[in-house]
């Protein structure tokens, strides 16, 4: 582990794009606790919340969550999209009030036969699309209009003006992890 100042660190990128596996790595490698919306949404959805008000159950428990873990003095990853400016936002808000570093990583490719490959190779939560073209199992199979919703989301992330990193999510993960890394410890921004 690192010396490194206490942070909110906010992941943002499509379902597929790699947030997950940087969060856990930037978890393990700085003591970082990570809070992943898809672990509360699906939470929430197994306590009978339908699927279509399961992120307004969610968001709130995974800023309380973030808030509690922060004063408790642990470093926290936002394991999320970003597609709303609410969503940064309020991120961004909660890092000044509890006094820590903000950091923003953005995972982003526009390759979409590799987010397929990624959404159908892992096992999916419930709350999780499990391809391109294939919803989460709550909102039914097959999704025809999937490749057209994900090209739309890549334009709707969120991302702060200045001070954010922003990875190519089809290049090696460990390449990827040292630029995370760099972000983190000496505060380089990439692009």
């Known amino acids: 582990m690192s010396d490194v100042r206490q942070f909110l660190l906010q992941m943002s990128g499509v379902p597929g794009s790699g947030k ?7 978890g393990a490698r700085y003591g970082a606790m990570v809070v992943d919306l898809d672990v509360i949404r699906s939470a929430v959805l197994d306590g009978g919340v339908p699927a279509e008000g399961s ?18 003095g642990f470093s926290v990853v936002i394991d999320s999209p970003c597609q709303y400016e609410e969503i940064m936002a309020t991120g961004r808000e ?37 391809g391109v ?10 999704d025809a209009g999937g490749e057209q919703a994900f090209r739309g989301w890549l334009h709707l992330t969120k991302r702060p003006t200045q001070g954010y990193l922003q990875v190519d999510a089809t290049e090696p993960m460990d390449l990827i992890l040292k630029e995370v890394e760099a972000y983190l410890e000496l505060g380089q921004v990439a692009r």
Do not use: F, N
């Open 133 to 142: 073209g294939l919803q989460p199992v709550d909102l039914g199979d097959t």
């Open 20 to 26: 997950s596996t940087i969060a856990r790595h930037v």
């Open 55 to 72: 992120g307004r159950a969610a968001y709130p428990v995974m800023y309380a969550l973030t808030r509690s873990l922060l004063d408790q």
């Open 94 to 130: 909660i890092a000044d009030e509890r006094g820590v570093a903000y950091k923003y990583v953005e995972s982003r490719t526009d390759d979409l036969a590799v987010i397929d490959s990624r959404l159908r190779a892992r096992v999916p939560m419930r709350s999780q699309r499990r």
